[in-house]
C-alpha cells in the first residue's frame, strides 16, 4: 500500500486557521464594543460638563449685565445729584446775592436818613450861626484855621486839651473799626471798599479827626497816622517826619487822605507805638482813637487766628512798655461790644502818661 503524501495546506489546518482568524475577529468586535461604550460614556460626561460651564458663563453673563445695569443706575443717580447740587449751589448764591443786596438797600436806607437828618442839623446849625453873626458882626475867632460844623447846637464837656507844639494823632484802621458789633463788623467786611468808607462808625472816626484838626494853631507841627497790622503816615512819603501848620492845607490834605483809607486787616498797638519813636524829635501830644485791645503783638501771625481776651490783654501791656516817657496820651475810645476789659485798661494807660480818656457818644461830635 502507497504511503500517504503529507500537505501542510490540507482541510485541518485550513479550519484551525479559520478558528483562528474567527477568535481574533470575535475578540477584536468586544474590544470595539466596548471601546466605543467607554468612548460614547466619556463623551456623555465631557458634553454634560460642557452644558454645566455653559450654564456658569450664562448666569455670569446675566449677573454682568445685572451689575452693569445697577452701576448704570448709580451714575444717573450721581449725575443727577450732581445736578441737583449745582441747582442748590446757585439757589444758595442767588439767595446770598439777595440778601446782600437787602442789606446794602436797608444800609443805603439808614444812610439815607442818617444823611437827612444831619443836613436838617446842618441847616438849623447854619441859621442859628448866621442869627449869632447878625447879633455880633465882629466874633472872635481866634487863631483857629479851620473850622468844624457839627451836627446840631452841642457842647460837650470833653476834659480835652490841644496843646503841645508837635500832635501825633494815632486812628486805629482795622476791620473791626467798621462797626459797633462783631456782626456789623462782619457784614461790612463782605462789602466794596466804597461802602466800607460810609461805614457810620468809621464815618464818626473820621469826623472826630476833623475835629481835632480845627484846635490846632498855626505854628504847630502835626501827624496823623492810620495803623492796623503796620503803622503809616496818611500822607504819602511823610513817615517820620513832622508837618508844619501854616495856612491850614497841610490838615486839608491830611483829612482828603484820612478820607480814602479802607478799614482793614487786624490791629497791632505795638505797631503805632514804634511808629512814634521814629518821630524826631518825639510829639509831646498823642491822640490815639481806637476801639479796643489789639488782636497782634510785635510779630504778625502767619495766618488768621482767634485771639483770646487775655491774649490781648497781654499784647497791650507789652505795647505800653515801648511807649516814650512823658508823652500824654488822650484815648478816644469807640468800645466794641465782648471786649469789656479795654475801657479800664486804656483808661489806665490815659491817667498813667497824665493824658485823657473819652468815650464818644454815637452823635459826638
Not at 18 to 32: D, E, H, Q, T, Y
Not at 63 to 91: D, P, Y
Not at 268 to 284: G, K, Q, T, Y
Not at 298 to 307: A, E, H, L, R, S
Request: aromatic share 6%; charged share 30%.
Amino acid at each position: 500500500m502507497a504511503r500517504r503524501q503529507f500537505n501542510v495546506f490540507n482541510l485541518s489546518f485550513l479550519d484551525v486557521m479559520s478558528c483562528g482568524l474567527g477568535a481574533v475577529v470575535l475578540f477584536f468586535m468586544v474590544i470595539n464594543a466596548q471601546v466605543a461604550s467607554r468612548a460614547n460614556l466619556a463623551n456623555q460626561e465631557l458634553l454634560a460638563e460642557t452644558n454645566r460651564i455653559e450654564e456658569e458663563v450664562l448666569d455670569g453673563r446675566k449677573k454682568m449685565v445685572r451689575v452693569r445695569n445697577a452701576l448704570e443706575s448709580k451714575r444717573e443717580e450721581q449725575v443727577k445729584a450732581e445736578g441737583e447740587a449745582r441747582r442748590i449751589q446757585e439757589m444758595i448764591r442767588v439767595i446770598e446775592e439777595e440778601l446782600a443786596q437787602l442789606d446794602q438797600r436797608s444800609l443805603a436806607r439808614e444812610d439815607s436818613i442818617e444823611d437827612l437828618m444831619s443836613d436838617i442839623k446842618r441847616l438849623e446849625e447854619a441859621k442859628k450861626r448866621l442869627s449869632a453873626q447878625t447879633d455880633d458882626p465882629t466874633p472872635d475867632t481866634g487863631q483857629r484855621i479851620r473850622t468844624f460844623i457839627g451836627d446840631g447846637n452841642r457842647q460837650y464837656l470833653t476834659g480835652m486839651k490841644m496843646g503841645g507844639q508837635r500832635v501825633l494823632i494815632l486812628v486805629d484802621a482795622s476791620t473791626s473799626m467798621l462797626g459797633r458789633t462783631y456782626v456789623n463788623v462782619l457784614r461790612f467786611r463782605n462789602m466794596p471798599d466804597a461802602r466800607k468808607r460810609r461805614a457810620p462808625k468809621w464815618q464818626q472816626t473820621i469826623r472826630t479827626v476833623d475835629w481835632l484838626a480845627t484846635q490846632i494853631t498855626p505854628g504847630t507841627r502835626f501827624q496823623i497816622y492810620t495803623f492796623n497790622e503796620q503803622a503809616r503816615s496818611v500822607l504819602k512819603d511823610t513817615d517820620g517826619e513832622w508837618l508844619e501848620v501854616s495856612d491850614g492845607s497841610e490838615l486839608e490834605k491830611a483829612i482828603t487822605a484820612l478820607e480814602l483809607v479802607v478799614p482793614e486787616k487786624g490791629s497791632s498797638l505795638h505797631a503805632a507805638f514804634a511808629a512814634i519813636r521814629e518821630l524826631d524829635p518825639l510829639p509831646d501830644n498823642i491822640y490815639l482813637l481806637t476801639d479796643g485791645l489789639p488782636t497782634q503783638g510785635k510779630d504778625v501771625p502767619g495766618k488768621v487766628q482767634k485771639v483770646k481776651p487775655e491774649r490781648r490783654s497781654t499784647f497791650f501791656q507789652q505795647a505800653v512798655k515801648t511807649l516814650p516817657r512823658k508823652v500824654p496820651v488822650n484815648v478816644l475810645l469807640y468800645p466794641m461790644d465782648g471786649d469789656p476789659a479795654a475801657p479800664g485798661l486804656f483808661w489806665g494807660l490815659a491817667l498813667s502818661t497824665r493824658g485823657s480818656f473819652l468815650t464818644p457818644s454815637r452823635d459826638w461830635p
